[in-house]
C-alpha cells in the first residue's frame, strides 16, 4: 500500500491542472489514468476558445500541459481503478497492482461518448463507426462520412471531415444547432457539408464495413451511402465506482457546486464528471485548481496519524 496526500482519478484538463496545484502546494500525489493523458482535449483539433491561446492544437495543449505537471513533480500511474471505499479519515483507491491510501481524492474522470443506440452501431464500430473524428478522420481521406448529433463537437467534427473528406452529411434531430453560432456559420458555409434537419438515424448497414446509413425525416426514409459514420452525441458520466460513497444526480454526474465538494468529507469532484452549467477545457481546469486548493484547505485542518 502506497501513502499520498491526494489521489487524482483522471489525467484530463482537470486532473493534470489539479497535480499542478496540489504539486505546488507541497502536497504528495498520485494521478491514476486508465488510457492516455489529457481527456476529450486530445481529441480535439484546434481549440478556439481558450484565453490566451487561439488556435492552439488540442494534442500540442494535451502534451504541454502534461510536461508542466510532470516538471512540477506529478507522476501518473496508467492504470484503471477498481474500487474506492472509505475508512474514515482515509480513503483507499484500488489498482490492479497497487492500493493507494489517501487522505483526499479528486475525481477527474470526465465522461465517456454516448452511443447512439441504433441498428448496426456496435456491429461496425472500428468497422466505420468512430467516435473519435481527429482520431479516424484520416482514415476516410476522399470518401463519404456522416456526423450524427448537434452540439459543439459535431459541428467541429463536421468542420474538420469536410477538410479530408468528399462529402460530409450531418445528421441533426432538431431544426437548429446548438453549437456555438461561429461554428455552425463556417459549417453551413462549407460547399461539401449536406445537413440534415430533423432527421433520425434508423441503422448502420454494409457487409464487413459500413457502407450505408438510413436516416428519418419528415419527408421519408432516405439511403446515404456512406464510408465512415461519427457518433457525436455527447457524453455521459461514468461514476459507478463513486455511488456508495457520495450523492450522485439521477444521470450519474457528481452533486458538486464551484467548490468541487462532494457529500462525501475529503472527496472532490473537478471537470466534466460533476454537475455543471458549461463544459469546456478552461471550467475543467479551473475545477482541477479548485478542487485541488480545496483539497489542501482540508487536509490542513484535520488530524492525521
Ligand atoms: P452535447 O452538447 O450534449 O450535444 C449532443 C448532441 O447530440 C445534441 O445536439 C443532441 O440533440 C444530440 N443527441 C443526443 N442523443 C442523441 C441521439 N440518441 N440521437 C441523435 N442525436 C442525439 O454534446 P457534445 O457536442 O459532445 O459536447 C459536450 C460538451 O463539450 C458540451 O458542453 C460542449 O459545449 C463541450 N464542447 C465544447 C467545444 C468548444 O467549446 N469548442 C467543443 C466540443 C465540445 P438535442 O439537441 O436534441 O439534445
Redesign the pocket.
Known sequence: MQQKDIVIIGAGAAGLTAAIYACRSGLSCIVLEEKMYGG?IVN?GE???YPGMPGVNGFDFANALHQQAEGLGAKIQFSPVTAISKSDPWFYVETPNTTWLAKTVIAANG?V??????EGEEAFQGKGVSYCATCDGAFFKGKDVAV?????????DALYLSKICREVHI????DQ????QV?VDQLLAAPNVKVHYQT??RKITGEMRTEQLVIESPSGTEVLPVQGVFV????APNNQLFASLCNLDETGYFIAGEDCCTSCEGLFAAG?TRIKP????VTAAADGAVAASMAAAYIGKKEWM
Open positions: 476529450q480535439t481549440i478556439e476558445n465522461a461518448h454516448r452511443k447512439l443506440g441504433c450524427v448529433g448537434g452540439g459543439n463537437t459535431a459541428v467541429e445528421i441533426h434531430r432538431r444547432f446548438r453549437a456555438h461554428s433520425q438515424v457525436a452525441v455527447g457524453l466534466d458549461l463544459r469546456q477545457l
